[in-house]
């Protein structure tokens, strides 16, 4: 038996896979052709790519990957009955934290940015001088609020703003 010869064998040529293959780059090509000056444009849109840019920088600045890797519980009770927010220590954080330091970042860099291109925009010098005022503020509040979460994250920071 083992000496015996057994016959080549040869796969005759697969056309459907020939057929699909070339359907399929038709396609693509076809798609790609039709499809590109819709997609083009948001592709190249400056302010979109900006405003991603900005969402992942806010959210891995303020600590999203920290809350991955130690599985840190969402929010934690304050022994009262109560909810906290915000957890004393630079090596303990809540998940909720996270999200409410990203917003104040998110909300500061909105106002730097509306203060820098779209206030000097403003045609008529009292609305300008009104969201020059208005854009000020709300640039102070949030960060004499950010000054008060370092607080209480380092009970030893001296520095604070009225408001808080």
Same mark, same amino acid.
């Given at each position: 038996?083992? /000496?015996?010869?057994?016959?080549?064998?040869?796969? #005759?040529?697969?056309?459907?896979?020939? $057929?699909? $293959?070339?359907?399929?780059?038709?396609? /693509?090509?076809?798609?790609?052709?039709?499809? /590109? #000056?819709?997609?083009?444009?948001?592709?190249?849109?400056?302010?979109?790519?900006?405003?991603? /840019?900005?969402?992942?920088?806010l959210l891995f600045t303020s600590g999203h990957m920290f809350n991955h890797i130690r599985k840190v519980p969402y929010v934690s009770g304050d022994g009262k009955g109560g909810i906290t927010y915000f957890i004393g220590g630079f090596s303990n954080q809540l998940g909720l934290e996270t999200q409410i330091v990203a917003a104040m970042y998110g909300i500061l860099s909105f106002a730097? *940015?509306?203060?820098?291109?779209?206030?000097?925009? *403003?045609?008529?010098?009292?609305?300008?001088q009104a969201a020059i005022i208005v854009w000020s503020a709300v640039m102070y509040g949030m960060y004499g609020f950010m000054l008060r979460v370092f607080h209480i994250k380092n009970?030893?920071?001296?520095?604070?703003? #009225? #408001?808080?």
């Open positions: 038996m083992a /000496s015996a010869s057994y016959p080549p064998i040869h796969r #005759p040529f697969n056309y459907i896979r020939l $057929i699909f $293959i070339t359907t399929l780059l038709l396609g /693509s090509i076809s798609l790609f052709s039709i499809a /590109s #000056p819709y997609i083009t444009p948001v592709i190249q849109n400056r302010n979109l790519w900006a405003a991603i /840019s900005l969402i992942l920088v730097t *940015i509306a203060l820098a291109l779209k206030v000097p925009r *403003i045609a008529n010098a009292k609305q300008q009970g030893g920071y001296p520095f604070h703003l #009225p #408001p808080f």
